[in-house]
């Protein structure tokens, strides 16, 4: 028998992703009609483990009224971080060098200083992953599901990925015009690690001629060949879509940045290195674009909107119902809970066999395979 949640926290962890302020406003509201209190902490953990960083408090109340009318809202009110696992908290020594110490504990303590009950944390694969351990260590979690790249397994998908595939889908429904008019090709890079769906769903529905994801390793002489038999049909023009965690068959992944204690590799660069070589193999001019940090900003679509919207709400009605150690998951007709331990630490990777894929392959779409 649990007992009754009277006060809850919720944090924002990870890159940012279209929706966030949803899932904050549904997760304050339920929690509200439900006699709850709600606090929000700032920068994922770090409102609690650095509370010296934020004059005003690392961590706040939020109210009703603070949560009115921020739905629509791109960005977290919270703050986020990919700076602040508890479990592998970056600390620097006293002779200039980086470790990483379990900080964990402090959090724990925290929640039971302060009385509060549970915790919402919504992030993608690493803040559901620490959700999972602060789970295994005794503390009531429900985590949500969020990232652009829809890499979380066990959830139709994640909110952030229709926003990131809409503003890429019409970005490349802008770059027919400019690649036709100047007979060039453009290779759009775009988010999405070593998952490759932003590439497949905003490449297929803007109508790339070649994309290629980390899924499948690629053969650019496959993609130079598609581009020549373009241009041999009087098609003068090619938009090729790369996700950044594209891998060239007999090469390496485009790192921008190792990674070191507290961040993952950053992953870049593939798009020029592919427009490159394909100027070289074809002749053609080629440009890159760079969609980056762009698919992460601005106001989420209605779809990212409502799904984050019913997730907060799914969050807290979770914790009510006495759960813990769960994700929040999209289904069809409901959404449904999983538990985190399924999701942790394990990507979705787009299946060589699904529909979308031979979709691109019935439209001639040069997979570089
Ligand atoms: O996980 C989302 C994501 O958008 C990845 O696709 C990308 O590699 C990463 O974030 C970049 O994050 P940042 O620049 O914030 O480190």
Known sequence: ???????????????????????????????ANRGWSCMGIRNGFNGILQPERYPTGGVM????????????????????????????????????????????DEILDYFQREGIDALVSVGGDGSLTIANELHRKGLRVVGVPKTIDNDLDKTFTTFGFDTAVSFATECLDRLHSTAESHQRVMVVEVMGRYAGWIALHAGIAGGAHAI????????????????????????????????EGALPQHGQRAVLAPAEIGHAERLGGIGEQVARDLAQRTGKEARTVVLGHLLRGGSPTSFDRLAALRFGSAAVRALDEGLSGVMVALGFPNVNYVPLEEVAGRMKAVPPDCDTLQTGRDLGVCFGD
């Open 1 to 31: 028998m649990t007992s009754p949640i009277r006060r809850i926290a919720i944090c924002t962890g990870g890159g940012d992703a279209p929706g966030l302020n949803a899932v904050i406003r549904a997760t304050v509201t339920a929690a």
């Open 61 to 104: 109340e939020l109210t009703r009224d603070q949560v009115r009318g921020i739905a629509h809202l791109g960005g977290t009110l919270l703050g986020t971080t990919n700076k602040g696992d508890p479990f592998h908290f970056p600390l620097t020594l006293p002779d200039g060098t980086l470790t990483e110490i379990d900080r964990s």
């Open 212 to 243: 290629l994801i980390p899924e499948m390793a690629f053969d650019l002489d496959k993609v130079a060949a598609k581009i020549r038999e373009r241009d041999a049909d009087g098609r003068l023009y090619s938009l090729v879509v790369v996700a």
